[in-house]
């Protein structure tokens, strides 16, 4: 780690490399990556505090506006249906590459100067489009490289009960009564059973006790425990299968892409040029801006060391590309990493004739389902964490419809349900999400002297390195290193002194 003289609203170091265990403690304290420059905002001193947020995906139910999308992209691909309308993307993240510098022009600056900014409004115009990448579940795996399908039937639900549900009607005037059929039911009765069907199709469990609970009678059509009475899974969703004359064939691959695999290297210009397309048109950048040098160094290098042990995932831990391949091309890539506890989102680009399937949402839809995959062989990987939330712009607020999900306290660094957040950041920008008064940090810096710093070719602690440093200054930038890493992080990453 090489520390870096920045404004305190948002200090950072560029990190040439790290283990994927070192940046999940760091995202755990509030850290975030932009390629290999990693920063951390100083919450209660920015102008728009930026919280980490973290999804749950194993309780995650889709919501209908998330299931919307989901039938949109199963109608596209089974008949290639353009839904009318509204095609407005809900906004994309800006992970904290926009949150903070605002825009790519920025970004490209850290390489001359490590000074991050506040928020401009440049940067709440970016908020509209970036980081909603991601999602997936493999099936297949190539060379370590995952590869999924999409082979979906169209089985578009109505909401309604799948199954049939006969309701006699009264005999029409002059006509005998037919005795052979049930006595015909009140509107108030068949009211009341729609909505037991309804809220039966919406939570299977418990729900007949809680009707009879209630005074009402046991229904007429008691449902057959099946298959069709349960919520459809996200996987579900996702996966439904296609037609064999289906109009698209869609593919998501995860590629490796820090140590480039040959998979990534095969493709770079093809996502290249998505990349600098979405940025020319999404954000009006000018033909010249959206370089090679840029795009590889923003979202292409990584310092995280690429990690494959025995029970981790197949793809092993580190940096990936996740393709979205249409019909043998891209058309959009989920920049992520995977970590010992999460998939951690880090941007989405995608190419902008495509942005009336909603990309930012399917993606972090398909994202939550491929940390739910993941987890099935990496029971600790069990979160998706979704880069920052801030609850004073309007337009970054859309993360925390990814229910259940949490926000990490800025002091104390402990998981708090959105829920419980909420009402505070209302009243406050800035807020300590920990209730207790006298819980503090656990994971702070006591004993500075055990930070490991690399300093002329040589590994110390910092103990003897201070004494051979005179100028005051040095003393104060490595013990606020040492305050953001915290103890652990201090003593395991070598902070690099001149």
Known sequence: MRDNDGPAVAPGMWAHSMTVQDYQDLIDRGWRRSGKYVYKPVMNQTCCPQYTIRCRPLQFQPSKSHKKVLKKMLKFLAKGEISKGNCEDEPMEPTMEDTVAGDFGLINKLDIQCDLKTLSDDVKESFESEEKKKGRIP??????????????????????????????????PGKGADLSKPPCRKAKEIRKERKRLKLMHQNPAGELAGFQAQGEPPSLFQPKANKSNQPKSLEDLIFESLPENASHKLEVRVVRSSPP?????????????????YQMVIHKDPP???????????????????????????????????QYWLDGRIIAVGVIDILPYCVSSVYLYYDPDYSFLSLGVYSALREIGFTRQLH?????????Y?????HSCPKMKYKGQYRPSDLLCPETYVWVPIEQCLSSLENSKYCRFNQDPEAVDEGRSKEPDRLQVFHRKAIMPYGIYKKQQKDPSEEAAVLQYAGLVGQVCSERMLLLRN
């Open 139 to 172: 099936k297949k795996e190539e060379s370590k490289e995952l590869i999924q399908s999409q082979h979906i039937e169209e089985k578009l639900g109505s909401g309604e009960p799948s199954h049939p549900v006969k309701v006699h009607t009264a005999p029409k």
């Open 261 to 277: 695999s040959s998979q990534f290297k095969a493709t770079f210009q093809e996502s290249y040029q998505v990349y600098k397309r």
């Open 288 to 322: 010249d801006k959206p370089t090679v040098s840029q795009f590889t160094r923003f979202l292409c290098s990584s310092p995280l060391e690429a990690e494959n042990p025995p029970h981790g995932p197949d793809c092993g831990y580190g940096s990936f590309h996740q």
């Open 376 to 384: 099935q062989k990496t029971s600790q990987l069990s979160y998706y």
């Open 386 to 390: 979704m880069g920052f939330y801030i």
